[in-house]
Structures are given as structure tokens and as C-alpha cells.
């Protein structure tokens, strides 16, 4: 039952969402079971009780805070609509996480946290690492291959359905007698040949891994993940409650019951048959609410899916947090610390894509239209591609080293665009230069082009010469041929007309 010191703040819990005090009250110490057509109310021990109430409170506080977004979002003034989709209006977003994140005794929570740092990582991976190269590849750039790891078997051990982390979870949960003993040997016994989970009985004593320390832990205790950054020991204790951490049906009913259909609760907690806008499901965007067990976990990752699709809609730009030191002190910098980061973030594989690479691209097309008034009129009957690579020579930009040429757009060294300034600028005396230096490029590529075309010509006359002549060899190896089989034809008959004549003359000699 509830204490007298306790009936003060739900007197004032209830007054405040309009909701009955006795209705609450029954619902927070019990819960109805129905049981074919009996209907029984089951008194909840002290501790189920108060998991009970907390967890209404933080679901409540989740939906509060849902709302009060929604009445941002409601009231910002957006008027600039998406030239390719008038459903989407522009948008510049900030997103800031939680650094990977780790402790003397690391759960659930930092599971979570951790998990996301993963995506977040995988996503950085592929915008910086591969999509970079990919394009130079695309564009037929002459490109070195830069080799990167990424964290694909981190994330199948987190996300494979039916064996993967979260799908063992989610199966304890809805089992009537589901443990955190059963859910993490499972995990250690099905996923054992995944490289990235390493069991707590095959650490060596002298490591020292974050959350193990010097303490063993069963295999049906804890785990340890080999994230990108570091490995990490997962107590799994408690797991499964935290997970479940949802309101039951009884309390729900009765949020929904409020009265005061303009009040706060009634906008939380729309009576059955209103949409919901703040229902919280494991389903992607667009799907229809289902009868699916939905968990905290579940709940995160749809939530984790969503912001990626989000994510992969944008052109991101990144900014890396490192920490100095494990103690989280000013002034000190663990060297191997700090150089361990950047080698599992990816960060050194990206400096030396951006150190060779060509951050700055261009196309043909958009030189072509802004610079062609600019230069002398013989430039502006050029294509765009001839046109682009005049300009960047008559600006001493050396190809290969300060720029490349593409298949639709030029690619520019980190810094070597801002040449492209001396144009716009129209010094008359620039000008003069650069319009000097691009005849003078022009002559010598048509002559060039002369010569290669009168080389090419040359070339392919030999060509044509080699090839007439295989051609005759190959007929004159014909025709001999020909001959020596049709003399070999006149061997063998002749052959068998003596061998015919030898065997009349013998039969003659006989009669």
C-alpha cells in the first residue's frame, strides 16, 4: 500500500494531470490478469511496485519531451523548400552524441551509447573512406587505393537477426522465465566465432581491458566487445529489466482515461481510437504500428535507423573528438591513448586520402558558364572540358600535381581552387598574361595534336601493312596446305591401285 508520507505527492501527481487518485493508486499496486473469462488483480510485491513508478516517470518525461520538440519544430518558420523535392524543406542539423563511453563497470547503458558510436563510426567510414575514392575511381583518376578496416563484424554481432546481440536480448524478453544468464550465454555460445566478442575465461591476466580489470567474470556473467576504439567488458546483470523498461497496460489505461481532453496528459496520452504521435514502436518510418514486443533496445535501434536514413539524405562534415587521457585530467596527453583513437577511427586513413586527394571538384559545365566572358574569344569556342583544362594551365596549375582531370569535373588539391580568384578579381594586366598563355597552350596543343595525328597515321598505315601481309601469309599457308593435302589425297590412291593390281595379279598366278 502506499505510505502516509507518500499520499501528499500523489494527491498532487493526480490534481495536476487530472486523473482519479484511486484509479492510480490501484493500478500502481496491482495489475489485472485475464484468464480465459476470470479477470484477476494480482497485488504487486514492494519492488515491482516502485520499478512501476519509476518507469512511469521516465516515460512520461520522454513523451513531455517529444512534445515540446514537436512545438519547436511546429513554430519554426520554414519556407525554403528543396529544389529537387517540395516535401522537404532545407535544413541544416546539428548532431551531437555521446563519445564512446566506458567504466570501471560498463551495462547496459553504455551498450547503448557504444552502439551508436558504432553506426556513427560505419557512417563516417563510408562518406570519407570509400564514397571519396569511389568518385576518383568514377572519374578515371589516376589513384593509389588507400586500404581502411572498418567495423562490419562489430555491428553484425550487435544487429544479426536471430543470433545477433539485440535479437538474443529481445528473445529473453519475451519468454516468460527469460534471464540475463541465459541471454548472455547464448550470446557467447552462438556468436563464439564472430571476431569481435571475446569471452571473459580467454583474457589474459596481464591485459587490461575497460570494466574487467583484474576481475573474472563467468561466460554467462559478462562479455567483452572489441569496438573500434577499444575492447569493452559488458556486466549483463540487470539487463533484461532495462530493456523492459516499459509502463504496464493497467497504468497506460488509466493515463488515457484523463478527462481534460485540452490538458497536458491528454496530448501524452490520446484516449484509444486519436492517433498517437509520441507511440513509441520498433518500426522504421511509415510502417503502421504492430503487435510486435517492443523493448527499449528495439525502440533505439529503429530510432538509431532513422537518424542514419536521415543522415545518408545530407552532406556531412565532421568534426573528431579525441580524449588526451583515461583519467580525464587537463593538461596531460597519453601519446599511445591519443594514436590508438585516431588508428581505429579511421582518422589516419582519411588524412592520407586527404593529403593525396582532391577535396575541391568542379564540373566542366559550371567553369565553362561562369569564367568563358571572362577570357579571350577565342577560349569560348572550346568544350567545357578543353575550356577548363586551358584555364588551369594559363594559371600555372600544373596537372597531376594540382589538379586532375575527370570525366565530368575537374578535381583541385586542397587550396589550388583559389587560384581561380586572379580571374575574378579582371586584373587587366592578369588578364593579359593569362589570355597570352592560353594561345600559346592552344598552339601547342593543336600541334601537338598534329603530330600525334600525323604519328597516329603513320601508325596505322604500318598496321594496315602487317595486317595485309599476315592476311597474305595466311592465304599462301592455305593454298600450301591445300596442295600438300591434295597431294597426299593422289598418294594414297595411287597406293591402293598397286595394292589392287598386287592382289589381281596374285589371284591370276593361282587360277
Given amino acids: 500500500e502506499i505510505g502516509e508520507s507518500a499520499k501528499p505527492s500523489l494527491d498532487a501527481f493526480c490534481k495536476l494531470v487530472g486523473i482519479s487518485i484511486d484509479d492510480f493508486s490501484k493500478a500502481l499496486l496491482q495489475r489485472r490478469m485475464t484468464v480465459g473469462d476470470q ?29 515540446v520538440v514537436k512545438l519547436i519544430n511546429r513554430g519554426m518558420p520554414i519556407n525554403q523548400k528543396n529544389k529537387d523535392d517540395d516535401d522537404k524543406p532545407l535544413f541544416i542539423g546539428i548532431l551531437d552524441i555521446s563519445g564512446f563511453e566506458y567504466f570501471d563497470n560498463n551495462g547496459f547503458e553504455q551498450f547503448l551509447i557504444n552502439y ?17 575514392q569511389q568518385i ?5 583518376l589516376r589513384w593509389k587505393t588507400v586500404h581502411f578496416s572498418d567495423n562490419f563484424k562489430c555491428l553484425e554481432l550487435i544487429e544479426l537477426k536471430t543470433h545477433g546481440l539485440l535479437s538474443l536480448l529481445q528473445e529473453q524478453c519475451m519468454l516468460p522465465k527469460g534471464s540475463d544468464t541465459r541471454f548472455t550465454s547464448n550470446l557467447t555460445k552462438i556468436m563464439v566465432t ?32 572489441r569496438h573500434f576504439a577499444a575492447d569493452v567488458c559488458y556486466q ?71 537518424l542514419m536514413e ?12 579525441i580524449n588526451p587521457n583515461l583519467h580525464r585530467k587537463p593538461g596531460k596527453i597519453n601519446r599511445t591513448g591519443v594514436l590508438t583513437q585516431l588508428r581505429c577511427s579511421g582518422m589516419l586513413e582519411a588524412l592520407r586520402i586527404m593529403q593525396a586527394g582532391f577535396p575541391t571538384r568542379c564540373l566542366f559545365t559550371d567553369l565553362y558558364a561562369r569564367y568563358k566572358d571572362m577570357c579571350p574569344p577565342e577560349m569560348s569556342s572550346l568544350n567545357p572540358k578543353l575550356f577548363s583544362e586551358a584555364l588551369l594551365v594559363a594559371l600555372d596549375l600544373e596537372g597531376g600535381s594540382d589538379f586532375q582531370m575527370g570525366l565530368s569535373r575537374v578535381f583541385f588539391r586542397a587550396g589550388k581552387a583559389a587560384m581561380m580568384d586572379d580571374i575574378i578579381n579582371g586584373d587587366p594586366a592578369v588578364m593579359a598574361k593569362v589570355a597570352a598563355k ?24 604500318a598496321l594496315i601493312e602487317d595486317i595485309r601481309e599476315e592476311k597474305r601469309r595466311q592465304e599462301e599457308a592455305k593454298r600450301l596446305a591445300s596442295e600438300e593435302y591434295q597431294m597426299e589425297l593422289r598418294r594414297k590412291r595411287e597406293e591402293e591401285e598397286r595394292l589392287l593390281r598386287e592382289e589381281l595379279k596374285r589371284k591370276e598366278e593361282e587360277e
Fill in 39 to 67: 479477470v484477476y488483480d494480482i497485488p504487486l510485491q514492494k519492488h515491482d511496485a516502485e520499478f512501476a513508478r519509476d518507469t512511469l516517470a521516465k516515460a512520461m518525461y520522454q513523451r513531455l519531451f517529444d512534445y
Fill in 116 to 132: 551508436c558510436n558504432e553506426k556513427i563510426q560505419q557512417y563516417f567510414v563510408q562518406q570519407i573512406l570509400n564514397s571519396e
Fill in 136 to 140: 576518383y575511381l568514377l572519374e578515371g
Fill in 194 to 225: 564472430n571476431e569481435k566478442l571475446i569471452l571473459c575465461n580467454k583474457v589474459g591476466k596481464k591485459e587490461n581491458i575497460p570494466g574487467l580489470g583484474q576481475r573474472r567474470f563467468k561466460n554467462d556473467e559478462a562479455f567483452i566487445i
Fill in 236 to 306: 549483463t546483470r540487470g539487463w533484461l529489466g532495462k530493456n523492459n523498461d516499459g509502463i504496464h497496460n493497467d497504468l497506460e489505461i488509466v493515463l488515457r482515461g484523463c478527462e481534460d481532453e485540452d490538458g497536458l496528459l491528454s496530448k501524452l496520452y490520446p484516449k484509444e481510437g486519436k492517433e498517437d504521435e509520441f507511440e513509441i514502436t520498433p518500426q522504421g518510418k511509415g510502417e503502421k504500428k504492430s503487435s510486435r514486443f517492443s523493448t527499449i533496445s528495439s525502440t533505439f535501434q529503429s530510432h538509431l535507423n532513422g
Fill in 310 to 321: 536521415t543522415l545518408d539524405g545530407t552532406e556531412s562534415h565532421f568534426i573528431r573528438c
Fill in 438 to 461: 592560353i594561345r600559346k597552350w592552344l598552339a601547342r596543343k593543336r600541334w601537338m595534336q598534329f603530330i600525334w595525328g600525323v604519328v597516329s597515321i603513320n601508325r596505322l598505315g
